[in-house]
């Protein structure tokens, strides 16, 4: 959510171009695919989506057979993208962990491909193929699903006793800042200030005197004296408003933060 936050979303074409396909076809169509998921899943789910077709899975596959064309893969084409994936970006001193949730990934594409084809076929039919991923490739995902629910259990056991500690954290951290954030706004630029026992001289900068005459109010930054660093209050305000308003949605929803970490996007979508 932060990194979404600091650097905006990116676009569908924008998901699919980090990974730098070069199959104009196949790029188009891992587009097509992402914007028609897009409607029944969730930015985050549809990063890790991008990562794993684009990235884990099609650029592989361009490694390995330049001139491959279409899904079709060869049998010995995909034995050595098994092979590949088994390792964190050709690392071979990095075994993968997550190796099924790409399997995963590219089953569903295979399978939605087929599904979509039937009342769509003038987009989706002419990529239709059999999916290469046999059952025996993902033998032993289920055990591995039952291993996370019950990492899951044994986190919530011991993280449980927390809950109060982290949401009192995030209301303290943000009522702290949208109060040195007032405090700070009533008092003039390159001016000190005490808050809660701590000292703050406003900034008093070019751009500062600039901001403050613009019609969409100043920028609220301030030095702690007994530091020196600046603080950028508006955006300290906002974060810790956008972690408090997280804690709070989860409390009240019943999700557990362990169960949005410990699942990969494939897992969430496919298991």
Known sequence: MRSCFQQGQHTIEGLVDRYRIENAAVR????????RR???????TLDGLARQL???FWAVIECIAP????????????????????YWRG?????????????L???????????????????????????????????????????????MADRTRVRQPLLPVL???????????????????STPLGAQFTHRGRTYR??????DRRRIKMPGGPTTRVVDVATGKMIHLDQAEEMAFWDWSVIEVLRHSGIRIEELTELTPADRSHC
């Not at 279409?70 to 049998?75: A, E, F, K, N």
């Not at 039919?125 to 046999?134: D, F, S, T």
């Open 67 to 86: 001139d491959q064309k279409d899904l079709r893969l060869s049998p010995e084409v995909y034995e050595q993208w098994l092979a590949e994936i088994q």
């Open 105 to 151: 990934a590219v089953r569903g594409f295979y399978i939605d491909l087929q599904s979509w084809s039937v009342a769509e076929p003038e987009q989706w039919a002419k990529w239709v193929v059999p999916c290469p991923v046999r059952p025996h490739d993902l033998k032993g995902f289920r055990q591995r699903r039952r291993e996370i629910h019950r990492r």
């Open 167 to 185: 949401v009192q954290h995030v209301e303290s951290r943000h009522e702290h800042f949208a109060t040195l954030r007032e405090a700070a706004r």
């Open 38 to 44: 897009k409607a029944d899943t969730d930015y985050t």
């Open 28 to 35: 188009q169509l891992l587009i097509d695919y992402l914007a």
């Open 202 to 207: 406003r900034s008093n900068s070019p751009e």
């Open 91 to 103: 690392d071979r001193s990095k075994v993968r962990q997550d190796r099924a949730s790409i399997l």
């Open 54 to 56: 684009a990235a884990n």
